[in-house]
């Protein structure tokens, strides 16, 4: 069982900038691919970035592409998101799981996930 923490998020205004993180308690993420959704309300959780497990590449949805950077480390997962705009509110969620050819950004492919960090951003 892998559990995921999140943390970094909060209010920020329009155009501001957050770094959100994610660990595993207890265990480093390196054999797992990463991702990171989010939750408005009303709304389906939805993709916004993912990072295998060799991360030689990076996938981002196309609302946040050039704005937000996933990154990581044996211990962490990190989502840099700058320019941030009112849209981007939600709930974000941190997800792992085995390293897989399936899709990055199919939620459903992903077993462990954090209980997730609020970003609220202000107009």
């Known amino acids: 069982q892998v559990q995921l923490v999140e943390s970094g998020g909060g209010l920020v205004q329009s155009g501001g900038s957050l770094r959100l993180s994610c660990a595993a308690s207890?265990?480093?993420?390196?054999?797992?691919?990463m991702g990171w959704f989010r939750q408005a309300p009303g709304k389906d959780r939805e993709f916004v970035a993912a990072i295998p497990r060799t991360p030689s590449w990076t996938f981002y949805a196309d609302s946040v592409k050039g704005r937000f950077t996933i990154s990581r480390d044996n211990a962490k997962l990190y989502l840099q998101m700058n320019s941030l705009k009112p849209e981007d509110t939600a709930l974000y969620y941190c997800?792992?799981?085995?390293?897989?050819?399936?899709?990055?950004?199919?939620?459903?492919?992903?077993?462990?996930w954090g209980q997730g960090t609020q970003v609220t951003v202000s107009s």
């Open positions: 997800a792992a799981r085995p390293q897989s050819t399936l899709a990055l950004n199919a939620s459903p492919t992903y077993a462990y």
């Open positions: 207890g265990r480093t993420l390196s054999s797992y691919d």
